[in-house]
């Protein structure tokens, strides 16, 4: 959290180090790597669900699980894998459950297509409701007409 | 068919819906690996430190793995039942300990009885990771082939034993 929040600044005073000296800046350029990781990390963190706490990402959770995946993380991307690699690492252990948007497939077309057609259905069930009402509306005969008229006069 | 009688329908159905969402067990979160090669692992022995032991070693046989840790009270509580299943002599059960100080471990053995035929530990709960592990205790069924054939989270209960771990390894061991 505190890192992302300092990452700008942190590669804001890589560059401008540059001018100082060339051991500086390479040390600062390290910084800013560990920087562009961090970011990383914890863009998949907010994509990964912890499994131990259900409805907490991987990156609010502090249970010690999610602090060991938070690891397996960073030490999968600092080795040079892509955010892809680590899902399906997840993914094999923890199934289709860690990813906050499943893939639709055969197993999760419920999830997906669920709430739209419970959408459809009450739209369609709206617009039976309102149709019944229109037709139930009490139709006057022309005696009942003036019968009303000669009410109101 | 009538208005009354639609209503109740969707009513039902509603109902019925809800009524099995209530029942699913949230924790329960469908393992991939079931059907899918035991991860592979190589760690030291709890007891015999400088002893490693390998899932290979158990490949021709059918065998349980618990995974517990001493800091795990419903550990404790499953403990009898898998004393009992090990007694029972149904299939050997290899104890995980999982992210646990061997300093702690090996008292709660002594305290509450040592059911297991080795136990390999997993200090840093790497395995547990490829295991899946999220919720200690887990228990899986591996079968001859080294692969993973059923997996339960949480404490084992006798009715668990009774009705899937008992009926599968039997099924496996061709008893």
């Known amino acids: ?153 | 068919m009538n208005k009354a009688g639609w209503t109740l329908g969707v009513f039902a159905a509603l109902v019925l819906l809800l009524a099995i969402g209530l029942r699913l067990n949230p924790r329960e979160v469908p393992s991939p690996l079931i059907g899918k090669a035991a991860p592979p692992f190589d760690l030291p022995l709890l007891q015999q430190p400088d002893k490693r032991f390998s899932e290979k070693q158990m490949l021709g046989r059918v065998w349980i793995l618990n995974v517990w840790a001493s800091w795990c009270p419903p550990c404790l509580v499953e403990h009898p039942v898998v004393t009992r299943v090990a007694r029972a002599g149904l299939a050997p059960v290899i104890g995980l300990n999982y992210k646990d100080a061997r300093e702690e471990a090996l008292p709660w053995l002594e305290r509450n009885g040592n059911p297991y035929q080795l136990i390999v530990y997993d200090r840093d709960g790497r395995i547990g990771i490829d295991y899946g592990v999220y919720g200690v205790p887990e228990t899986y069924v591996i079968d001859r082939q080294g692969v993973i054939r059923y997996k339960h989270i949480g404490p084992l209960t006798a009715e668990v034993v009774q009705q899937k771990v008992e009926p599968l390894v039997k099924e496996l061991t061709g008893r």
């Open chain 1, 1 to 153: 959290m505190i890192s992302s929040f300092f990452a700008p600044l942190i590669t804001g005073v890589a560059r401008s180090a540059a001018g100082f000296c060339l051991l500086a800046t390479l040390a600062l350029h390290a910084l800013a790597d560990d920087a562009s990781l961090e970011r990383r990390a914890l863009a998949l963190e907010r994509e990964l669900r912890c499994l131990v706490c259900q409805n907490q990402t991987l990156a609010e959770s502090n249970a010690p699980l999610a602090l060991d995946l938070r690891g397996q993380i960073r030490e999968q991307l600092a080795a040079g894998k892509s955010e892809r690699e680590i899902t399906d690492y997840m993914v094999a252990r923890y199934g289709d459950f860690v990813l906050y948007r499943p893939p639709l497939k055969s197993t999760t077309v419920l999830l997906w297509v669920g709430p739209f057609a419970f959408l459809l259905g009450g739209f369609y069930l709206l617009a039976r409701v309102l149709r019944r009402r229109r037709i139930g509306a009490p139709q006057l005969s022309d005696a009942d007409r003036s019968r009303a008229a000669k009410l109101l006069e």
